[in-house]
């Protein structure tokens, strides 16, 4: 991952001083910054969904696997409503999925 994109992306996460994408429209107009905009808007809702998960107590799994490629496969199941989420990221996006809160320490139990 481009090292500006994924500054970007932290700084979208960023609670205290976020990005304003009106106030800098022109650096989310860039490639760059779409790809930025991209990636923050599927770690959100990974993030959502693992809180659900999280929130649905014992019958909830979410399960990070590593393969050999770089990739690392994130599973999420919640048996009350017999669904699973699963998604492919990068090393790089799983480390910033990580840094939000509530991620880590979920990831971690497992």
Same mark, same amino acid.
């Given at each position: ?7 970007? &992306?932290?700084?979208?996460? /960023?609670?205290?001083?976020? !990005? ?38 014992? /019958?909830?799994? &979410?399960?990070?696997?590593? /393969?050999?490629?770089?990739? &690392?496969?994130?599973?999420?199941? !919640? ?12 090393? &790089?996006?799983?480390?910033? !999925? ?13």
């Amino acid at each position: 991952m481009d090292p500006f994109v994924r500054k970007l &992306v932290l700084r979208l996460f /960023d609670e205290g001083a976020p !990005l304003s994408r009106n106030r800098h429209f022109h650096t989310f107009e860039s490639p760059e910054g779409k790809q930025a905009m991209r990636i923050s808007r599927r770690l959100k809702a990974l993030q959502l969904d693992i809180a659900k998960c999280r929130e649905a107590g014992g /019958d909830s799994r &979410v399960q990070a696997t590593r /393969d050999g490629e770089g990739t &690392v496969k994130v599973e999420i199941r !919640l048996q009350h409503l017999r669904s699973t989420r699963m998604t492919v990221l990068d090393e &790089v996006e799983f480390e910033l !999925l990580r840094q939000l809160p509530g991620v880590r320490e979920l990831l971690d139990q497992r």
